[in-house]
């Protein structure tokens, strides 16, 4: 009976030490919140440094004119048509082997070989964009000179498993009953594949593209070795090295000359602008889609 | 039976069509294959190609080249260990510093924000990943270092923390140090991510079970939701210093690119992936590449190895929850 006569509040307070376990918690608390803010405060500090430092940089110029010659004044206009045109081709030989891989993972492959396919996917995301680079280098560089479809290959590598992986994952979702209702009508599987499956997953597959788009926009490492070494003059010639955003910041950052270096903060504010546009546009994509993919 | 003798004339084409509908099944298939496989042949030849590469200058040096401490043209020295000191100890610094912040973060996200508040934090920490590393290496290297010199560095040497040798000596804007601070902005989204992902998936009743029987949140924190996503964080982890080692832009910018193994963390130094875009300019034979290459080979040994790792556990984690 003597148990019951101890108040049980007592105890913890007592023998768990309730006070010092109460400061902790605490401290956790405050750390989180801090850790949070310090995240934040990092992305509004670069963004914030980029449009002060871009916006002076930024005029009609700089759009429309080349890169400057010793301390000529020039803009960035040959890297703006050289980045869209290698993305661009990057986008066009990465996207449909993407979707197809990813279209073999759900759609025939077993689970195990899927699962295999999907670790060989992350390791090649793994693969440092400057490793993949110097790969490019040595099977199409090395006896050819550098081109832009050269530069657009090694952004496709990059670009390849991260399209394939997000496609796949949406794949996955999209309900097995619209799959058995096209069955169940006799159309064929590539048919169903086709004109079912992929058009109730493309708001998936948007996002993973557009995300892969901002991500190997702003690479500047597998240009490198690619597409680095171009005249200052706006080309559309594919078949020889161009100019681009990414390899014109690094070049100019690492310059003493601040004219260039203001050169290189405009190019990066364009650049972050365009990265910013694609990701606020693939969240749109993926919230709208997956409403309706989960509605149905 | 009626029906039989309707189709009957029709039966040619009705093969046909289903022969044909089966084609388009096998051709559909054929080259979804076909894509499957070159995506895994993809990866197998650059692990091979990147081999063959190097293989003049694996010869050449021999593997010594890996632990030799030089770099000298003139004298036709090279050795790596420069750079995998630059790289590791980068890399180190910077999961030293990314971890304890990017699982704050995560619990910050899944715990402690309402709603309404974690859905616009986690855009903006996903958008710190979005920055193009040339842009943050450009604002390390024109910003950040600066600042760096002048009020972070010499405020650890005047903590207890600067009587350690690594950091002694002149502050510098560029050096080992900006780099990690740099690597460690971005890892951070990819690692915070991850655990995030983790945290949600913990099962409710094993916290609330935590809580129940009168432990405090972090209590519940620490020894439910720890030990339940033990091996993703830590692959969470692993998966963050496999960027931080491929990381070559970002660090070249910030690390002073200085072909020795500095004393202080406060120096400049290189790391294998910068060494490797400094030369872009020179490389246009093989043998000029040569030693270049070489470098290129480790530095993708030590990522695919640190990422196979991370992936393992992956799988391993996955099989064990399907287990449950």
Redesign the interface.
């Known amino acids: 009976m003597s148990e019951l006569t101890v108040d049980p509040y007592d105890i913890t307070v007592k023998s768990n030490g309730l006070r010092r376990r109460r400061i902790v918690e605490r401290v956790f608390g405050v750390l989180a919140i801090g850790s949070a803010v310090i995240a934040c405060g990092i992305l509004v500090l670069v963004l914030g440094t980029l449009v002060v430092k871009g916006f002076s940089s930024l005029n009609l110029y700089f759009f429309t004119k080349a890169r400057p010659l010793f301390g000529e004044k020039g803009g960035v206009a040959d890297a703006l048509v050289g980045s869209a045109l290698i993305v661009g081709m990057a986008m066009l030989m990465a996207i449909p082997v993407a979707v197809l891989v990813a279209i073999y993972m759900s759609e025939y492959a077993g689970p195990r070989v899927a699962r295999s396919l999907k670790v060989i996917l992350d390791v090649l995301n793994g693969v440092p964009a400057i490793v993949v680079g110097i790969f490019v280098f040595g099977i199409l560089v090395v006896g050819h000179g550098q081109s832009a479809v050269y530069g657009a290959f090694a952004l496709a590598i990059l670009m390849l498993p991260m399209v394939a992986r997000a496609t796949q994952e949406i794949l996955e979702v999209v309900p097995r009953s619209l799959r058995d209702a096209s069955f169940a009508l006799g159309v064929s599987k590539w048919r169903t594949t086709w004109n079912i499956v992929l058009p109730a997953a493309i708001g998936g597959i948007l996002t993973g593209v557009v995300i892969a788009v901002a991500r190997v926009a702003g690479e500047t490492a597998p240009l490198l070795f690619t597409t680095s070494i171009a005249a200052n003059e706006i080309s559309t010639n594919v078949s020889h090295a161009l100019p681009t955003l990414p390899v014109t910041i690094f070049v100019f950052s690492e310059s003493p000359d601040p004219g260039e270096q203001s050169a290189a903060w405009a190019a990066a504010l364009v650049l972050i602008a365009f990265v910013l546009v694609m990701n606020i546009l693939a969240k749109l994509f993926a919230g709208r889609k997956r409403r309706q993919l989960e509605g149905s | 039976m009626t029906s039989t003798a309707y189709e009957n004339p029709a039966a040619p084409e009705s093969d046909l069509r289903r022969r044909g509908?089966?084609l388009?099944?096998l051709?559909?298939?054929g080259?979804?294959?076909?894509?499957?496989l070159?995506?895994?042949v993809?990866?197998g030849?650059?692990a091979f190609?990147?081999f063959?590469?190097a293989w003049p200058a694996i010869q050449d040096f021999g593997l010594s080249f890996v632990w030799t401490d030089a770099w000298d043209p003139v004298t036709n020295e090279f050795g790596a260990l420069i750079f995998i000191y630059g790289t590791v100890v980068t890399s180190m610094i910077a999961l030293l510093i990314a971890t304890?912040?990017?699982i704050?973060?995560a619990?910050?996200?899944t715990?402690?924000?309402p709603r309404k508040l974690a859905a616009p934090?986690a855009?903006?920490?996903?958008?710190?990943a979005?920055?193009?590393?040339?842009?943050?290496?450009?604002?390390g290297?024109?910003?950040f270092g600066p600042w760096v010199r002048d009020h972070l560095e010499p405020w650890i040497q005047d903590t207890p923390l600067g009587w350690l040798p690594q950091f002694s000596g002149e502050p510098s804007a560029s050096g080992i140090f900006t780099a990690a601070l740099v690597l460690t902005?971005m890892i951070?989204?990819i690692t915070?991510a991850i655990c995030r992902e983790l945290f949600i998936r913990v099962p409710k009743d094993l916290t609330d079970g935590a809580l129940a029987l009168?432990s405090?949140?972090?209590?519940s924190?620490r020894g439910v939701m720890f030990a339940y996503a033990a091996p993703g964080i830590v692959a969470a982890v692993l998966?963050g210093l496999?960027?931080a080692?491929?990381?070559?832009?970002a660090v070249?910018?910030t690390i002073g690119n200085r072909n020795a193994i500095p004393s202080s963390w406060f120096e400049p130094g290189d790391s294998l992936?910068s060494k490797?875009?400094s030369e872009?300019?020179g490389?246009t034979?093989?043998e000029q590449?040569s030693s270049i290459?070489y470098l290129?080979a480790i530095?993708?040994v030590i990522?695919?190895a640190?990422?196979?790792v991370?992936?393992f556990i992956v799988?391993r984690f996955e099989r064990a929850r399907r287990a449950v």
């Open positions: 509908i089966r388009g099944d051709l559909f298939r080259i979804a294959v076909a894509a499957a070159a995506a895994t993809l990866l030849w650059i190609k990147v063959d590469l304890p912040l990017s704050a973060i619990l910050f996200l715990e402690i924000a934090i855009t903006m920490v996903e958008l710190l979005a920055i193009p590393s040339v842009v943050l290496g450009l604002w290297i024109i910003v902005i951070i989204p915070s009168g405090t949140r972090w209590e924190i998966l496999g960027r080692f491929g990381e070559a832009i070249n910018q992936g490797i875009a872009y300019v490389a034979s093989l590449a290459l290129a530095l993708m990522s695919l640190t990422n196979l991370a992936q799988v």
